[in-house]
Nanobody, 121 residues
């Protein structure tokens, strides 16, 4: 089993910054995807940013130029640096890991518990 623990959410003024962190623990053999998603009530969860195996990153259009994702496979951690935050960034943010748990296993996806980010004056 794999557990993800997030930290770093909170209340911030428009234009401010926050850094989200997520640490994975448990039986991890290999990491293929580390990412951040967000969800607001009544809407589907949407991708914010992801790191794909090999280091390639992709971002939602709304995050490009403002958010930066970084990860450390050796430490099983992923971070999201968010700058120039806007009220529309308000959401619950979830980290996501796609891993293998053994050399012969398939890939499994795991979610963090979610952390609230509120951008408001």
């Amino acid at each position: 089993q794999v557990q993800l623990v997030e930290s770093g959410g909170g209340l911030v003024l428009p234009g401010g910054s926050l850094r989200l962190s997520c640490a994975a623990s448990g039986s991890i053999f290999g990491i293929y995807v580390m990412g951040w998603y967000r969800q607001v009530p009544g809407k589907q969860r949407e991708v914010v940013a992801r790191i794909i195996s090999g280091g390639r990153t992709n971002y939602a259009d709304s995050a490009k130029g403002r958010f930066t994702i970084s990860g450390d496979n050796a430490k099983n951690t992923v971070h999201l640096e968010m700058n120039s935050l806007k009220p529309e960034d308000t959401a619950v943010y979830y980290c996501y890991f796609e891993v293998t748990i053994a050399s012969t296993s398939g890939r499994y996806g795991y979610w963090g518990q979610g952390t609230q980010v509120t951008v408001s004056s």
